[in-house]
């Protein structure tokens, strides 16, 4: 069984930032890409940041030059939020894509998400 586990979650000013964390456990022996998605009350679960696991990363452009992303390990990836907007108000989630298990090959999995809110 594979599970995402995500922390650093919280309330900040504009301006502020804010640090979100996610590690991946179980018998893991692959994973291909981890990252960042988002979902503000009535809208849709948007991509934030992608790394793959060569150390290719992209971003939304609405939080290019703001949001780094990094995998600091095969199976652990953050999330550095510098500058925020009010508008970066969500829960973020955590994905694994592309994860290899003994028994399984090419699945996805969520982190259960963790609130940012960013007030003005």
């Known amino acids: 069984q594979v599970q995402l586990v995500e922390s650093g979650g919280g309330l900040v000013q504009a301006g502020g930032s804010l640090r979100l964390s996610c590690a991946a456990s179980?018998?893991?022996?692959?994973?291909?890409?981890m990252g960042w998605y988002r979902q503000a009350p009535g809208k849709q679960r948007e991509l934030v940041a992608v790394i793959i696991s060569g150390g290719t990363s992209n971003y939304a452009d609405s939080v290019k030059g703001r949001f780094t992303i990094s995998r600091d390990n095969a199976n652990t990836v953050y999330l550095q939020m510098n500058s925020l907007k009010p508008e970066d108000t969500a829960v973020y989630y955590c994905n694994a894509k592309g994860v290899v298990t003994p028994l399984t090959y090419g699945e996805d999995y969520w982190g259960q998400g963790t609130q940012v809110t960013v007030s003005s």
């Open positions: 179980g018998s893991i022996i692959s994973i291909g890409s």
